[in-house]
């Protein structure tokens, strides 16, 4: 039940684009969206619960796919800071059991001067 | 400012010593995570609990052991640390529901010598 994160590593020059994918074998009920810098703890960045649904802040937005089954991070005109790890963070419908995440093993984000 | 606290940045412990690592949430929040992060692997589950007593297995319980006596701090125990459980130890909380945040302590960094 994993979500599979793609791709595994980028790198970027400061102003480009990246997309980050967070997709699952089956329907959720939500995606969360997480940023860690290295030697930091992971932090919030937003939740998509609605099928269709995008939102955004800043140059960050993110998307969940009509089948809810897939959710795309899009980092704008990328900033020195953006550089970290993004974890997706899973909510599969399981009626009773609406306490754990399962998380994606990570895509490692790098933005170069 | 919500805040989940860990007792330790660093720890460095002995083969076979009896490990504590502590979290506390001022956010009164039903669950807390207790999750193992190594290069690579991602955040992989050790134990939750859903309310104070009460806990359950995560995806890789072996070797651990948790308490949760009051509903702000959540400990988790190596009952006979070995070197393979050297990693970062991270701690969540969040209140139950797909749309709500997991909030993450800073980390502790545990080396099993």
């Known amino acids: 039940q994993q979500p599979v994160q793609s791709p595994q590593a980028v790198i970027l020059r400061e102003g480009e684009d990246a997309v980050i994918n967070c997709s699952s074998s089956k329907a959720l009920y939500s995606v969360h969206w997480y940023r860690q810098k290295h030697g930091e703890a992971p932090v919030f960045l937003m939740i998509?619960?609605?099928g269709g649904e995008q939102k955004g802040h800043d140059k960050i937005s993110a998307s969940f796919n009509e089948k809810k089954q897939q959710s795309s991070l899009y980092l704008t005109a990328s900033q020195l800071s953006y550089s970290g790890t993004y974890f997706c963070g899973t909510q599969p419908y399981n009626a009773g059991n609406n306490r754990k995440l399962i998380w994606g093993l990570g895509t490692s984000l790098a933005v170069n001067p | 400012d919500v805040k989940v606290t860990q007792s330790s940045r660093y720890l460095v412990k002995r083969t076979g010593e009896k490990v504590f690592l502590e979290c506390v949430q001022d956010?009164?929040?039903?669950?807390m995570f207790w999750y193992r992060q190594d290069p690579g692997l991602g955040l992989r589950l050790i134990y939750f609990s859903y309310d104070v007593k009460m806990k359950e297995k995560g995806d890789i319980p072996e070797g651990y052991s948790v308490s949760r006596e009051k509903k702000e701090r959540f400990s988790l125990i190596l009952e006979s640390a070995s070197t393979n459980q050297t990693s970062m130890y991270l701690c969540a909380s969040r209140d139950p529901g797909g749309g709500t945040e997991a909030f993450f302590g800073q980390g502790t960094r545990l080396t099993v010598v």
């Open positions: 956010m009164d929040h039903e669950n």
């Open positions: 998509l619960l609605k």
